[in-house]
T-cell receptor, first 114, second 114 residues
Framework: DAMVIQNPRYQVTQFGKPVTLSCSQT?????MYWYQQKSSQAPKLLFH???????NEADTPDNFQSRRPNTSFCFLDIRSPGLGDAAMYLC?????????????FGNGTRLTVT | AQSVTQLGSHVSVSEGALVLLRCNYS??????LFWYVQYPNQGLQLLLK??????LVKGINGFEAEFKKSETSFHLTKPSAHMSDAAEYFC????????????FGTGTKLQVIP
């Protein structure tokens, strides 16, 4: 089945130690998103790629970066994680040119910062 | 700007009872509307979407939602709750045109009491 896969499901990192979360998709969608979701809150969009074009949300901290080396893969880099960055990170995809194309989510990576 | 408001962060129903989760939207243009469900430690899954073709939208797992422009509402209903419906439900809105840049509501946790 076509899907969005996030690895790892659970990630523990130390305060200030860089960490990378990965996302891959077999849907061949050309838009990929990273959301941050804290406990009992709505997902918050960090940034997205429209093909190779990177689009950062205005309030996304500089500590968060992203890479998309090809259509299938997208990475979220947190350069110096703080305790406040502990959250579920969700990757999603959608199809360009179809206004009502829904988001397809992976199962998320839960990040713990110690 | 577009937004959605979900009334009630927690809703409890008895098994077999009607489920009603409320969502009101604000949009300067006719919106696209979605309901997503999130089970613990998983990503979001699309329940249903409003595409302007029909005001009553049927989704998966027996859920449906009705778009009411006069009330700016898109409430989610299910005639008979099942234990497996216990989850968090997010209403979402996007602006037509191009890819999906989605704004989520704050979510409603549904508890089903046996």
């Amino acid at each position: 089945d076509a899907m969005v896969i996030q690895n790892p499901r659970y990630q523990v990192t130390q305060f200030g130690k860089p960490v990378t979360l990965s996302c891959s998709q077999t849907l061949n969608h050309n838009v990929m998103y990273w959301y941050q979701q804290k406990s009992s809150q709505a997902p918050k969009l960090l940034f997205h790629y429209y093909d190779k074009d990177f689009n950062n949300e205005a309030d996304t901290p500089d500590n968060f970066q992203s890479r998309r080396p090809n259509t299938s893969f997208c990475f979220l880099d947190i350069r110096s994680p703080g305790l406040g960055d502990a959250a579920m990170y969700l990757c999603a995809t959608s199809r360009q040119g179809s206004d009502n194309s829904p988001l397809h989510f992976g199962n998320g990576t839960r990040l713990t910062v110690t | 700007a577009q937004s959605v408001t979900q009334l009630g962060s927690h809703v409890s129903v008895s098994e077999g009872a009607l489920v009603l989760l409320r969502c009101n939207y604000s949009s300067s243009v006719p919106p696209y509307l979605f309901w997503y469900v999130q089970y613990p430690n998983q990503g979001l899954q699309l329940l249903l979407k409003y595409t302007s073709a029909a005001t009553l939208v049927k989704g998966i797992n027996g859920f449906e939602a009705e778009f009411k422009k006069s009330e700016t509402s898109f409430h989610l209903t299910k005639p008979s709750a099942h234990m497996s419906d216990a989850a968090e439900y997010f209403c979402a809105v996007s602006r037509p045109g191009g890819y999906q840049k989605v704004t989520f509501g704050t979510g409603t946790k549904l508890q089903v009491i046996p």
